[in-house]
């Protein structure tokens, strides 16, 4: 079965320091995978999707930026985080069926609430 | 306009009773509809596809009226354990989109 880890679930960053949120999937191949925000008591914000290796569209322009070494392995990361950075984020896989379809029955991981002060 | 929209809620209602939520979505070409529960400072999980001719499982009914662009969730006798928020996602054009989420609170 398909599994999605995201990590750390919780984090406390002060404003100017770099980010990095790693997500890794398990029992698939070539997934299309996400990254979203969440701020408090909002919906889901698209920030950035992959459906390839170094394949990376960007949905929200912002001091966030986006990576895919790996097929299973998608990085968010910042140089230098903002107050508005903090927020829910969550890591998403659907399957790739071989065209470009963005989002379909999406598998969360559990989220990383970041904190920025 | 949103594109997807929400009633925030919440909802309180008591245990044992039903309860509907709407979704309307603003582009009438949208192709494919969900509804996702999430639990307070959890992951968004799938719990139903929406078909155009309505689909139920178990205490759980959803319906797609194309016509007037909007999908709906049925919740029958409410548990305590439906507690949460009910998040509706609209499919266009290779797109997702999420609705701002509609909490549901059951009581005792």
């Known amino acids: 079965s398909q599994t999605i880890h995201q990590w750390p679930a919780t984090l406390v960053q002060p404003v100017g320091s770099p980010l990095s949120l790693e997500c890794t999937v398990e029992g698939t191949s070539n997934p299309n995978l996400y990254w979203y925000r969440q701020a408090a008591g909002r919906g889901l914000q698209l920030l950035f999707y992959s459906v390839g290796i170094g394949q990376i569209s960007s949905e929200v322009p912002q001091n966030l930026s986006a990576s895919r070494p790996q097929d299973r392995q998608f990085i968010l990361s910042s140089k230098k985080l903002l107050l508005s950075d903090s927020g829910f984020y969550l890591c998403?896989?659907?399957?790739?069926?071989?065209?470009?379809?963005?989002?379909?029955?999406?598998?969360f991981g559990s989220g990383t609430q970041l904190s920025v002060l | 306009r949103k594109e997807v929209e929400q009633d925030p809620g919440p909802f309180n209602v008591p245990e044992g009773a039903t309860v509907a939520f709407n979704c309307t979505y603003s582009?009438?070409?949208?192709?494919?509809f969900f509804w996702y529960r999430q639990d307070c400072r959890k992951e968004p999980k799938l719990l139903m596809s929406v078909y155009s001719s309505g689909n139920e499982d178990g205490r759980f009914t959803a319906q797609l009226n194309r016509a007037s662009q909007y999908i709906s969730l049925l919740i029958r006798d409410s548990k305590l354990s439906d507690s949460a928020t009910y998040l509706c996602v609209v499919i266009l054009d290779n797109m997702l989109t999420f609705g701002g989420g509609t909490r549901l609170m059951v009581k005792p």
């Open positions: 998403a896989w659907s399957a790739n069926y071989g065209t470009v379809l963005v989002g379909e029955k999406l598998f």
């Open positions: 582009n009438s070409a949208s192709q494919s």
